[in-house]
């Protein structure tokens, strides 16, 4: 007995990764006495000519024979010999959910009517995934593959991102420019997207995030400077402190166009806050004459004469 048993062998997930997939014990004969091991994460599935014969999902340390060979489809009857074993493929599979980063190879360039070559954005994140149908992965990936890596996975759906990013991005409503705050709407229908593509192939998109978008320098520039306008809220000030700076900071010099510049616009604002409040001393002016000649020259109470006040001097009587 002992001699015989050197025939046997292990059959466990001798290449294992984490970021791998599934991974195929192959191309052995299974002898008597052989070992099936699965660890946490695994599930076991054996094979005879690409057909699911059992899956075995519980963690531990399995006589073959005994234990395993009773609940298979249609080996079950299987004996072993001494001299030959059973043929049989057993693919490992991860059943983890992965968490794979993505990002944008190069810019999408989104449409925009105000610029005829597009918005150009780049964009990261993260999306999640996990096997969720053996048959499936089996009849469209693992029937020709030996191993599947998550890597493989992350170049199939970059290769299809930006054509979602694009869809998605352009739908009705969504702010160009704010792009962040409809962040959660875009992952939403992408990952729905994603999920549809790679469900053929017995895997399930689980989760789908953007992190950013990000624009090109004088775009994102733009958007800062307009930004920092809102916050102030008045446009004049706002560019009389920028003048300010600029001569106080040596980035406006003196004598030159860029002070001359800053000269005329300093004046404009100041000439504009001046009118500003000529036009008011006016109106308080006009109030003034218009009060003044809404009031009698005596009062009607007792004929004395009024002054300026708003009262009669004499019996206090209102003018």
Same mark, same amino acid.
């Given at each position: ?22 991974? @195929? ?31 075995? @999902? ?46 944008? @190879? ?93 469900? %053929? ?9 953007? &992190? ?40 406006? %010099? ?20 001046? &009118? %500003? ?43």
């Amino acid at each position: 007995m002992v001699f015989g048993r050197q025939f046997a062998n292990v059959v466990e997930w001798e290449e294992f990764r984490d970021d791998m997939i599934f991974w @195929k014990w192959h191309n052995k004969e299974i002898k008597k006495g052989s070992r099936l091991i699965i660890r946490p994460g695994q599930d076991a599935i054996f094979l005879n000519s690409g057909r699911i014969e059992g899956i075995f @999902k519980d963690e531990g340390d399995y006589d073959i024979e005994s234990q395993i060979i009773p609940f298979l489809s249609t080996l079950k009857g299987f004996k072993f010999g001494f001299n030959s074993g059973m043929r049989a493929e057993v693919l490992f599979v991860n059943t983890k959910e992965f968490t794979v980063k993505w990002g944008t @190879k190069n810019a999408i360039n989104i449409p925009h009517p105000q610029l005829p070559g597009g918005l150009p954005i780049r964009a990261n994140g993260t999306f999640n995934i996990k096997v969720s149908d053996y048959i499936a992965l089996i009849d469209k990936v693992a029937g020709i593959k030996a191993s599947y890596v998550v890597e493989d996975v992350r170049l199939r759906i970059i290769s299809i991102l930006d054509q979602l990013l694009m869809k998605w991005i352009s739908k009705e409503g969504k702010d160009m420019f704010n792009l962040q705050a409809n962040a959660f709407d875009i992952a939403k229908g992408i990952r729905e997207d994603l999920d549809m593509s790679v469900m %053929k192939d017995g895997l399930s998109i689980t989760g789908f995030n953007i &992190m950013s978008f990000s624009y090109p320098e004088e775009i994102q520039k733009m958007i800062t400077k307009t930004a920092s306008h809102s916050m102030i809220g008045d446009l004049g000030k706002y560019q009389q402190v920028e003048m300010v700076d600029g001569i106080a900071s040596g980035r406006v %010099k003196g004598g030159g166009a860029a002070s001359d510049m800053a000269g005329m616009m300093m004046g404009m604002n100041m000439a504009g806050e001046m &009118m %500003k409040k000529m036009k008011e001393i006016d109106k308080d002016k006009e109030a003034e004459e218009k009060t003044a000649k809404s009031k009698p020259n005596f009062c009607p109470n007792c004929g004395t004469k009024t002054g300026n006040g708003n009262f009669c001097s004499n019996c206090g009587e209102k003018l």
